[in-house]
T-cell receptor, first 114, second 113 residues
Framework: EADIYQTPRYLVIGTGKKITLECSQT?????MYWYQQDPGMELHLIHY???????EKGDLSSESTVSRIRTEHFPLTLESARPSHTSQYLC?????????????FGEGSRLTVL | SQQGEEDPQALSIQEGENATMNCSYK?????LQWYRQNSGRGLVHLIL?????REKHSGRLRVTLDTSKKSSSLLITASRAADTASYFC?????????????FGQGTELSVKP
C-alpha cells in the first residue's frame, strides 16, 4: 500500500478563497507530482518537483503554485479560487533516476468552488 | 494533444470474459505503464513494460508492446466484477535531468456479474 497522503479529500469553498491542498509521502521519494483530472477525463500534469527547492510547471497551465521545502511535503496552493478550478487533484511520487518507474498516487482531493 | 490515446473509451463485459484495452502513442518512449483507478480514488500501478520488451504478464494481466506501431494492449483474463474501474496507459519519456509520465484518457471497464 502506498504511503502517500492527501488532505482534504473533499473541499467545497466559495469563489475568491485561498486554499492549500496538502500532500505528504513517507517513502523518501525525491520526485513528486500534481495532476489535475476532470471527471471521466485524462490526467494532466500541472506541477512536478525533482527534490527540495525544485519545482517546475507541467504541461497544463495552472494558476496554482507549489513549494518543496521538505522532501516529504509538496503542497499546492490556489491564492484565489474560481469555479474553473473545480476538479480532482491527484498527488503522486516516484523514486529513482534513470528509468522512469511507477508512480504512487494519493487518494486525491476533490475541490468544488462555488 | 496528449501522448496516449486509448481504445475503446468504454467497455462492458460479463464476468468470466476477457477484456482487451488498447493504447497508442506518438513519440519514442522509455517504458509504458498501465494504471487502474476505482471511481473517485487515486491511481494504482498495475504493470510496467520497457521499450525493449514485447510482452509481460502479472497474474491475470497480460501486456504487449509494439514499438514499431507505437501501441500497447492490456488483456485482463477471466474478468471479475471487482475489475470494474478505469484503466489508463501512461508513457514514460526520459530527457535531460528527468522525465515525464503522460497519461491517456482511459478506458472505463464495467464487468457485470
Amino acid at each position: 500500500e502506498a504511503d502517500i497522503y492527501q488532505t482534504p479529500r473533499y473541499l467545497v469553498i466559495g469563489t475568491g478563497k485561498k486554499i492549500t491542498l496538502e500532500c505528504s509521502q513517507t517513502m523518501g521519494h525525491d520526485k513528486m507530482y500534481w495532476y489535475q483530472q476532470d471527471p471521466g477525463m485524462e490526467l494532466h500534469l500541472i506541477h512536478y518537483s525533482y527534490g527540495v527547492n525544485s519545482t517546475e510547471k507541467g504541461d497544463l497551465s495552472s494558476e496554482s503554485t507549489v513549494s518543496r521545502i521538505r522532501t516529504e511535503h509538496f503542497p499546492l496552493t490556489l491564492e484565489s479560487a474560481r469555479p474553473s478550478h473545480t476538479s480532482q487533484y491527484l498527488c503522486a511520487s516516484s523514486e529513482g533516476w534513470g528509468e522512469f518507474g511507477e508512480l504512487f498516487f494519493g487518494e486525491g482531493s476533490r475541490l468544488t468552488v462555488l | 494533444s496528449q501522448q496516449g490515446e486509448e481504445d475503446p473509451q468504454a467497455l462492458s463485459i460479463q464476468e468470466g470474459e476477457n477484456a482487451t484495452m488498447n493504447c497508442s502513442y506518438k513519440t519514442s518512449i522509455n517504458n509504458l505503464q498501465w494504471y487502474r483507478q476505482n471511481s473517485g480514488r487515486g491511481l494504482v500501478h498495475l504493470i510496467l513494460i520497457r521499450s525493449n520488451e514485447r510482452e509481460k504478464h502479472s497474474g491475470r494481466l497480460r501486456v504487449t508492446l509494439d514499438t514499431s506501431k507505437k501501441s500497447s494492449s492490456l488483456l485482463i483474463t477471466a474478468s471479475r466484477a471487482a475489475d470494474t474501474a478505469s484503466y489508463f496507459c501512461a508513457t514514460a519519456m526520459i530527457y535531460n535531468q528527468g522525465g515525464k509520465l503522460i497519461f491517456g484518457q482511459g478506458t472505463e471497464l464495467s464487468v457485470k456479474p
